[in-house]
């Protein structure tokens, strides 16, 4: 994303120059200004025609294809995604299990991180230090470590149920091996990292003028009513851009589901996420020409929920302008 | 000052330099060879691994021998280094997957270096058939082992129970399991394991029945009434309480420290007997060793030897003799042996198996006596797996389990199941 805006401002550069450029009538001094902007952006460049579009433009033609990883590949046409439309059960298992997953920890996640982020506005001691301290988990939380320890925490002589069993007197199950609760434990674990969408909350409520609170107040209303009335409408375009965000997040979830089920996606394929699904068919089962499409199929499947959101922001975000 | 020019300069002597006084090293380096291993298990494992090959390094002067353990991306990464041809000079097998490497071209046939480079005259009868692909030899079983029963001596002996024994039957077994679970009286402690999602127990309970998990043409190798009888055994057993609940077995990954009695919830395990020098590693009560239960006292008993791991080398390998040497040292010489112990299966050269059984420890002689022990009862290796049948095990036979344990599906649509879906993932 830096990249992008990188790029946005290296462009405008470059055609600033090239206005000053023709005004001077220096033909060859806008093609270098020209040069030294492609030049200053040939890391990113290098990257993303590398590592981004030529991977992603190979897969698109493997996904036509039967390769298995040894042999040349074989054109099969639009075989691999006929078969994802009419003829694989776990292709429909995991889209349930994404959908459950991104429909639960996108609005559990962003609730949580806004009321944090509401009483950390407020004015407390010590902000920087507790902001950062709720940040930490998003830093850490991504990790292979903290999947981990979540593991250690729910499994069936975990942390929680010598807690349970302590406290209530409860013998709890393996929560991440029993199918109904694992994918909740995923989840908590998603909603446990509120900390990015948190910072750029704080950040939209340090936006609002604080007169208009003011003026509310003379004008009679309470704190609901300012909530409702002031902060949820001014905030709405920082929401819309954190539910994007995190939806997309959400769509391409894989470490935790990966380490806390073992690369298994169990039990019972409860916490088989799409990337999960793909991963095991591209390296345990070696069919990558079929995990290609799962991986155009995952493509568009995030494409149009993005512009879903688009259109329905609408009806709902109000920007100053 | 520095100019632009100069610093360039600078910058190509010290580039020439560095590769300069790289060439001596690295043209000494090519002229011998230096072989990579790839291998996975146990850090027990690893450290007998290294120390054989710094053995080898010894009596070899000029070639070196190393490598690591890998450990849950092993077959991803194999098979990447495959495609980058870049596959390891010897590389660890187990039966099920060595057919499909050495068909897709990836392994070099051993059959040339048998007799010469590696000396068989001391192997056991039928070691060779093991590791046979085709009608070639794939690669080299490092050792036999053999399916068994691995149980913790002291549950039984507080509770006042009989382990289980050669001639125990499946009937008996359960009963035995029930009482143990009653007698050792803790929470989520069980008797057994729920073997029902283990395609190894499954195989075996079908050879007692004269069939096995596939045919000699690739295609399953049982019917829906076996797979029905097998999965209403299970669950009976569950709902008996004899065998762990549900959610301590889906955590099992067939690797000793996922498995239940590892992980201290149940008494007894069904494992391959070289493993049982792994489980007394991790267990401090001591361990006894058995048979799989039988159908009949006097029934067959479904056992058969099957190599423990198998080394074999990579086509692509730049020094093959060598390799072979490795291999050859691995197997015949007598250091390496007592190094090695049990730990990858029983060892194939007979008089290594002397020395190693000679040895004091007792844990490598209960697997050496366990294994001659079933000598006269073991049937024939069977054929070689077919594709799909890693994921035959991963995908089919434990969700299906799973799902029949958590009680979401009945015995009978279990059975279907098993049926359909495995006909869907085996490609002869």
């Not at chain 1, 199950?173 to 990292?193: D, E, F, M, N, R």
């Not at chain 1, 793909?278 to 995952?298: D, K």
């Not at chain 2, 291993?37 to 690893?46: N, Q, V």
């Not at chain 2, 058995?290 to 190599?307: A, E, I, Q």
Request: aromatic share 12%.
């Amino acid at each position: 994303m830096e990249a992008q805006y990188l790029r946005e401002d290296a462009s405008r550069i470059a055609t600033a120059a090239d206005r000053q450029a023709t005004t001077r009538h220096e033909c060859g001094s806008a093609l270098r200004y020209q040069l030294a902007s492609y030049s200053f952006l040939l890391p990113w460049l290098i990257g993303f025609f590398a590592l981004t579009l030529g991977p992603a433009l190979s897969s698109l033609y493997l996904s036509f294809t039967d390769y298995d990883l040894v042999d040349t590949p074989y054109w099969i046409g639009i075989g691999n995604y006929a078969r994802i439309a009419s003829d694989d059960p776990r292709f429909l298992k995991a889209m349930q299990v994404t959908f459950t997953f991104v429909v639960l920890s996108v609005p559990l996640k962003l609730t949580f991180a806004l009321a944090i982020a509401i009483t950390l506005n407020k004015g407390l001691r010590g902000l920087t230090f507790f902001r950062a301290v709720f940040y930490l988990p998003s830093l850490i939380g991504a990790s292979v470590a903290i999947a981990v320890l979540w593991r250690q925490i729910f499994a069936g002589d975990g942390l929680l149920n010598k807690l349970l069993a302590s406290v209530f007197g409860y013998e709890g199950p393996s929560w991440i091996s029993t199918p109904g609760t694992a994918l909740y434990t995923i989840v908590l674990l998603a909603v446990w990292q509120f900390g990015s969408p948190m910072i750029i909350f704080l950040a939209g409520l340090r936006q609002i003028p604080q007169d208009m609170y003011e003026a509310a107040s003379i004008d009679g209303a309470g704190a609901r009513r300012q909530f409702l009335k002031i902060t949820l409408p001014l905030l709405t375009p920082v929401i819309f851009f954190n539910a994007v965000i995190q939806t997309i997040d959400a769509f391409k979830a894989f470490t935790s589901a990966f380490v806390i089920s073992n690369g298994s996606g169990g039990p019972i394929d409860s916490t088989l996420f799409y990337t999960l699904y793909l991963y095991q068919e591209a390296f345990v089962n070696f069919r990558i020409g079929y995990a290609s499409a799962l991986a155009w199929v995952l493509v568009v499947i995030i494409c149009i929920f993005t512009a879903l959101s688009f259109l329905s922001a609408r009806f709902w975000v109000h920007y100053d302008d | 000052m520095i100019s632009r020019r100069h610093l360039i300069q600078q910058a190509m002597a010290l580039g020439a330099g560095a590769l300069a006084s790289q060439i001596p090293f690295m043209s000494a380096k090519a002229a011998d060879a230096a072989l990579r291993l790839y291998w996975w298990g146990s850090p027990d494992r690893s450290k007998r691994t290294l120390d054989v090959a710094k053995l080898f390094e010894q009596s070899h002067p000029g070639v070196t021998a190393t490598g690591e353990a890998v450990g849950g991306d092993y077959w991803t990464k194999l098979a990447t280094m495959l495609v980058g041809r870049n596959l390891p000079d010897i590389i660890q097998f187990e039966p099920t997957t060595l057919p499909d490497y050495y068909r897709r071209g990836a392994m070099l046939p051993l059959d040339s270096y048998l007799g010469s480079t590696i000396k068989t005259e001391r192997f056991g009868p039928g070691v060779l058939d093991l590791a046979r692909v085709d009608g070639k030899v794939a690669g080299i079983a490092l050792g036999i082992n053999s399916f068994s029963v691995i149980y913790d001596t002291e549950a039984f002996s507080k509770a006042g129970l009989t382990p289980p024994s050669a001639k125990t039957t499946w009937k008996e077994f359960a009963d035995l399991s029930v009482e143990l679970t009653k007698a050792m009286g803790k929470e989520r402690v069980w008797a057994s394991p729920n073997a029902s999602r283990y395609n190894s127990v499954f195989d075996v309970w079908l050879h007692q029945r004269g069939k096995g998990l596939y045919t000699e043409d690739g295609q399953l190798g049982f019917n829906v009434d076996d797979a029905k009888e097998w999965y209403d055994y299970w669950e009976t057993l569950r709902q008996r309480g004899g065998c762990v609940a549900p959610d301590v077995q889906s955590l099992d990954q067939s690797q000793i420290d996922t498995n239940p009695l590892a992980r201290g919830n149940s008494a007894m395990s069904f494992a391959y007997s070289n493993q049982l020098i792994g489980y007394q590693s991790v267990l401090k009560q001591k361990l006894g060793i058995t048979n799989y239960p039988v159908t009949k006292t006097d029934g067959p008993s479904g056992l058969y030897y099957r190599p423990a791991l198998i080394w074999s080398i990579g086509k692509t390998s730049k020094s093959p003799d060598a390799a072979a040497a490795f291999i050859d040292f691995f197997v015949n010489d007598p250091e390496a042996g007592k190094v090695l112990s049990v730990e990858r299966g029983v060892p194939v050269n007979l008089d290594i198996r002397g020395v190693v059984g000679a040895l004091v420890d007792e844990v490598p002689r209960m697997t050496i006596d366990y294994v001659n022990a079933i000598a006269n009862r073991v049937g024939p290796y069977p054929p070689p797996a077919p594709k799909g049948a890693t994921e035959f095990d991963q995908m089919v036979m434990r969700p299906v389990a799973d799902q029949l344990s958590f009680g979401q599906i009945s015995v009978t649509q279990a059975a279907e199941r098993l049926i359909s879906e495995g006909k869907r993932v085996i490609r002869s």
